[in-house]
Each structure stands twice: as structure tokens, then as C-alpha cells.
């Protein structure tokens, strides 16, 4: 089933079926022999970010074991970062209109400061904590079937995502707000039958938000990964950013134009509506 609510289940149901198709899909797409070990890792990666937004939607309702949860996928996260950080450098690169003798110095110069790693065993080590986090799953308190479930975590979302916006001035601060956009992304998509036409489109905005804050964040870490870079790489980087910046406050203005309560209490009435 999709990753969002279905029509026909109790919000409990839901949280824990969508909770378990993630796990699910994360273990299945990272034994995927067909696949890349980058791309397994990648895909995993997606599902631990759309668990940890389900969360962060339930939050005050798991109580406890929020915590537990949400530090557990961060670190797993974490761990398989590294492998898609040092791909994100060279896909910014590639972005970047450069002469080509630089481009192809440049790119040398990443492939080779690239740190080994274990894929297989980053895999299989993931792998085994996947089947232990599934098993906590029963351990979850049950919750209302009720839109206040979900009220809480996604006004706390857009909350933290609009005050984000109004600090966003710094590579740093703008990363930070990505997280916020990314998360409130997720929800939209949680939440995408509720009136599937709005939803979609702005599910769609989002993520047009969230990939222009990334690339920023891409072409930040690329900086700094090349030291002592031609200033002709460090133009095109500035110009990158600047565009992408204005283009991420031009579409964050307009997300982030309602009070928080006026949001969730417009959500809530399409959820009553749908239900």
C-alpha cells in the first residue's frame, strides 16, 4: 500500500502499517541483488527519512519510545550517509557550468579523496538491526483514532519549519531548514488522500523546495571539499547558491504564509471531510 493513510483504516492501523511497509521495503530494497550497493543504500536511506517523519507526526502519542525510535534511525541513517554524501558532491558538481579541463580536474581530484567503506558489511549490519526495529513495533502504545493524533506533530512541523525560514540566511541555516521542509514533505504525502488534486500539487511544491535547499547544501559541502579551489569553481559555486537560495525563499514564503493553528485547523477540516 502507499506511504499515507488509507480511507477504509483507524489512524492506529495506519501508523503501524505504513511503520512496518517502511521496515519492509528498507530490508527488501537492501538485499536487492539487481541493484548497486550505492543505490541499496540510497533507497534505504528514503525509508528510514519517511519512518522518522511518521514519527515525528505521531510524536506526543508515542510518548517513550519516540526518543528510542527516532535516535535509533538517525544514527542508522547516519551511518549510511557517508556513502551518499560523497555521490551528492559529484552529482553537484556536474551541475555546475565549468570549462571542461577544470570540471574533469576537479572531479579527479573528489574521486580520488574518496574514503573507502564496507559496503557489504555497512548492509548487512543494517540489515540485522532492521529485523530487531521491526520487532519493537509491538512494544508501541496504541493511539486515538482521531485527527488529534496527528494534530501535534504536524503543527509542530510546520511550526519549526516557518521559524526556520525567518533565520535561513547561512548554508548552515538553510540546512537546517531543510530538515524542517523535508519532514513537513513527508507529512504532505501522509496525508495526500485527504484531497488528493491539493495534496499532490503541494506535496510536489515541497519537493521542489526540499531539492533546491539540498542542492544549496550539495554545493556547500563541495566547497569545502576541494581546498585551495580555482576561483572560477568558487564563482560558479557562489552563483549556484544565490540562485537556489532566492529561488528556496521565493517558494518558502508562500508554503509558510499561514499561522501554524490556521494550517493544522484547515488540515483538520479536510480530514473530517475525507473521513
Request: hydrophobic share 40%; no cysteine.
Amino acid at each position: 500500500m502507499a506511504y499515507a493513510f488509507e480511507h477504509d483504516e483507524t489512524v492506529p492501523a495506519g501508523v503501524r502499517r505504513i511503520m512496518d511497509e517502511q521496515l519492509v521495503r528498507a530490508r527488501e530494497q537492501l538485499t536487492d541483488a539487481k541493484s548497486p550497493r550505492e543505490k541499496r543504500i540510497h533507497n534505504a536511506r528514503k525509508r528510514f527519512k519517511e519512518t522518522r517523519a511518521l514519527l515525528r507526526l505521531v510524536r506526543e502519542p508515542l510518548g517513550e519510545h519516540f526518543a528510542l525510535e527516532n535516535a535509533w534511525f538517525r544514527d542508522a541513517g547516519r551511518d549510511l550517509a557517508s556513502v551518499r554524501d560523497a555521490d551528492a558532491v559529484l552529482e553537484a558538481l556536474e551541475k555546475l557550468d565549468l570549462p571542461r579541463p577544470l570540471h574533469n580536474r576537479v572531479r579527479k581530484k573528489l574521486s580520488t579523496g574518496r574514503a573507502e567503506v564496507n559496503l557489504d558489511e555497512l548492509i548487512a549490519n543494517t540489515q540485522a538491526q532492521l529485523v530487531i526495529a521491526q520487532g519493537r513495533l509491538g512494544l508501541w502504545p496504541d493511539v486515538d483514532d482521531s485527527f488529534d493524533t496527528l494534530a501535534p506533530g504536524l503543527q509542530r512541523t510546520y511550526r519549526d519549519g516557518r521559524r526556520a525560514l525567518k533565520r535561513a540566511d547561512s548554508p548552515e541555516e538553510l540546512h537546517e531548514w531543510r530538515k524542517h521542509v523535508k519532514t513537513h514533505w513527508y507529512h504532505a504525502q501522509l496525508l495526500r488522500h485527504v484531497w488528493p488534486e491539493m495534496m499532490k500539487s503541494y506535496a510536489a511544491v515541497l519537493e521542489e523546495l526540499s531539492h533546491a535547499l539540498g542542492d544549496h547544501h550539495d554545493l556547500h559541502v563541495l566547497h569545502d571539499a576541494v581546498p585551495d579551489a580555482p576561483q572560477e569553481l568558487l564563482d560558479a559555486i557562489d552563483t549556484g547558491q544565490h540562485e537556489l537560495e532566492r529561488r528556496a525563499h521565493e517558494i518558502g514564503n508562500r508554503v509558510y504564509a499561514e499561522r501554524p493553528p490556521l494550517f493544522t485547523a484547515r488540515m483538520e477540516k479536510l480530514w473530517a471531510a475525507w473521513r
